[in-house]
């Protein structure tokens, strides 16, 4: 089996920071794509971040320039480091990972999703 555990998330004021860690645990092959998504009530799951395998990031329009996606390989976890928040940033943030694992004589990539950390921005 494999799990993302999310950490990092609570309220701020807005100007804040807040850092996110996800950590990948469990069979795991290699890691693909990791990236962080976000829920507002109300509003469908939408995309912040990704980083690829090979260190290529893509941002949400309403996160670039405020907040940065890395990753640490030996450690299978990803972070999003949060500046300047806004109330709008407000929503339950999710981690996501494409994670091959072995099957049979070969490797099968899987999506993951972690149990998301809510995230509130608010005076």
């Known amino acids: 089996q494999v799990q993302l555990v999310e950490s990092g998330g609570g309220l701020v004021q807005p100007g804040g920071s807040l850092r996110l860690s996800c950590a990948a645990s469990g069979s795991i092959f290699s890691i693909n794509a990791m990236g962080w998504y976000r829920q507002a009530p109300g509003n469908q799951r939408e995309l912040v971040a990704t980083i690829t395998s090979g260190g290529s990031t893509n941002y949400a329009d309403s996160v670039k320039g405020r907040f940065a996606i890395s990753r640490d390989f030996a450690k299978n976890t990803v972070y999003l480091q949060m500046n300047s928040l806004k109330p709008e940033d407000t929503a339950v943030y999710y981690c996501?990972?494409?994670?091959?694992?072995?099957?049979?004589?070969?490797?099968?990539?899987?999506?993951?999703w972690g149990q998301g950390t809510q995230v509130t921005v608010s005076s």
């Open positions: 996501n990972a494409d994670i091959f694992r072995l099957q049979g004589v070969g490797v099968r990539e899987y999506d993951y």
